[in-house]
């Protein structure tokens, strides 16, 4: 046997793969955490405090829980894309023939996590106003389209939804980054400063995040559980599978915000 083929040499080369995930699942666990905390915790807590309350707690609070908010994000989007390129786009688990795929098919399906976070950036910010839920809607709908494209390219069942998660943990990262942290950084330096921030700010802060939110109960399921025989194996065709699994996760969190939310009073 040669030390290139030894058993050893191949648990080395999965060592930065299990790394990968560790430091994933660490991170996503925090920024999740950190999410649903704001969303259904800190929103309805702050929005009892006093204005001098206020001056007090969010410039201490806010910088703090944002920076464990943010960095969770970016370290959950850079290991999920180590994963992707290690596992799908250099190894063999991307094409439902078990081949690898292509550097064409998976540039292709890597850069539709960019243009999906753009398609969903624009049209809630020219249709969002006007029509809410018919956006929602056409969101998940575009999710379900960027499945199947991947689907006519040849990827596999589990590469689909891992591809589907990965869309909206991208979005997610983006609101974060480029959406929620500098709207965020404006209103604590109002506060700070005694002023009321900019009515803009708040609202797109708020709607990003509860966007987040929305997305982050179906990429759950979708990216830890991909690998359960009933996701793949399921009678019907995948595309009702995911279907179903946007419609529930949206459901779910829809009845936390309206339902489970408001009677939480304490003890």
Known sequence: MSVVDSPFLAQ??????????????IAGVLWIGVLWFFNWINGAFTATLDGDTKRKVVPELMPRALFWF?????????????????????????????????????LQAFAGLFVGFIVYDLLFKTLGKQAHAVCVVIWGALAIGFGC????????????????????????????????????????TAIKNGQAPAPADPALAGLRSKHNTYMSVPLLLLMVSVNQDDMLTWPYAWQFVATGVLAVGFGITWAIYNWGVPRVKGF
């Open 12 to 25: 080395l080369q999965g060592i930065d793969q299990i790394g990968y995930r560790w430091i994933h699942v």
């Open 70 to 106: 943010r960095w969770g994000a970016a370290f959950t989007w850079l290991t999920g894309v180590a994963l992707l390129m290690k596992l799908y786009y250099a190894g063999l688990f991307a094409m439902a023939d078990g081949t690898k795929a292509e550097s064409s098919v998976w």
């Open 149 to 188: 494209y991947l689907d006519m390219l040849g990827f596999s069942q589990r590469a689909i939804y891992i591809h589907i998660g990965a869309l909206f943990g991208t979005s997610m990262a983006a609101n974060v980054w480029m959406r929620i942290w500098p709207a965020q950084k404006r209103i604590i």
